[in-house]
């Protein structure tokens, strides 16, 4: 059993200056909370996993391939993989669980620069 307190991590991301946290990963699954401050934009990689993004507080807008939404606490969006998705035009800083399924060709998970080479996720 994994039991976590998010207000605590909301707290060490925060006081660290990051935006996510990795609250539990196994084979089949990964999950982080991840946090964008209001007036900022937050545009994601693609990545080989499903994602699912539960928001648990703010309002804004997401856009996932050619579609965007209004997004708000409570909503529940799903990002099939490779598409394309970012967080934008956030009026109140938005919190989301995001929920990673497992993947045929795994990758690192999170905002990236560009993604890894096979070889150096292996070793990871």
Known sequence: MTHVSIPDLLEELEAAGGNHRT???TESMTVEVGHYPSESAAPKNPHNEDELYYVL???GKLRVGD???DIESGD????EP???H???AIEDAITVLIVFGSAVDPTSY???ESPEEPS???EL
Do not use: K, N, P
Not at 76 to 79: G, T
């Open 110 to 112: 999170g905002i990236r």
């Open 57 to 59: 507080s703010g309002t």
């Open 67 to 69: 579609e965007t939404y």
């Open 82 to 84: 490779e598409l394309e």
């Open 86 to 88: 970012d967080f934008f």
């Open 23 to 25: 609250v539990l990963e």
């Open 76 to 79: 529940l969006v799903h990002v």
């Open 120 to 122: 150096e996720r292996e």
